[in-house]
């Protein structure tokens, strides 16, 4: 999970309240993506971005905002949480279109909605 | 959108024993990509494959891209303890999103 950082590691929300994970990489990629993983439902993709500035809706964007300000930052924000976002969320990057389509995974925030 | 079917879902074997694992989908992928999930920890990308018939190995583990372009297998030889963990096929058919199996908890008795 070398480059790929995401803060924080693990986090209790009570419905309704709102928060940001963070995701870092210090490899200089371009591409950036967010997934949740669901028991028995490997990775689906929430948003990604190509660039920085960019962001685009994956399979499962609902309830869920991301920005990317800055080519090394990919922020995933949830505005008011849901029992049904208790989730493990995986952040990845991947260097662009040259490379050989590797994306590289953090380690994972674990979040529990009450 | 794409699916992947990945079996099996899950493996109990002995240690020494050989593994194999595949993933078939409905729609032709262009490229392969097999990542291993170890508890409490991000996916860790095994092996890559970018073209229809390459077989690649790394160490004990072997991968092939089938020639059809809709399937691909992982073979784990002599497993060891370490081996544990959950196994993901992952394809891509475009320039960016890649669609994920659902896994192969893959448990190694000693």
């Known amino acids: 999970n070398a480059g790929v950082t995401q803060t924080p590691k693990f986090r209790v929300l009570k419905t309704g309240q709102s928060m940001t994970l963070l995701c870092a990489q210090d490899?200089?990629?371009?591409?950036m993506y967010w997934y949740r993983q669901d028991p028995g439902m490997g990775l689906r993709l929430i948003h990604y971005?190509?660039?920085?500035?960019?962001?685009a809706k994956g399979e499962v964007p609902d309830g869920y905002n991301v920005s990317r300000l800055k080519k090394q930052n990919f922020l995933l924000g949830l505005e008011s949480a849901a029992p049904s976002q208790t989730s493990v969320y995986f952040c990845?990057?991947?260097?662009?279109?040259?490379?050989?389509?590797?994306?590289?995974f953090g380690a994972g925030t674990r979040l529990s909605v009450l | 959108g794409q699916q992947l079917n990945q079996s099996p879902q899950s493996m109990f074997i002995q240690e020494g024993e050989d593994v194999s694992m595949n993933c078939t989908s409905s729609s032709i992928f262009n490229t392969w990509l097999w990542y291993k999930q170890d508890p409490g920890e991000g996916p860790v990308l095994l092996i890559a494959l970018y073209k229809a018939g390459e077989l690649t190995s790394n160490g004990r583990l072997t991968a092939q891209f089938g020639i059809t372009r809709k399937d691909s297998f992982l073979n784990i030889s002599a497993s060891i303890p370490s081996d544990v963990g959950i196994y993901f096929c992952a394809g891509r058919a475009g320039s960016y999103q890649l669609t994920f199996g659902k896994g192969t908890k893959l448990s190694v008795i000693p």
């Open positions: 990845a990057s991947e260097s662009g279109a040259l490379a050989k389509n590797i994306q590289y």
């Open positions: 490899m200089n990629h371009e591409y």
């Open positions: 971005s190509v660039g920085e500035g960019t962001t």
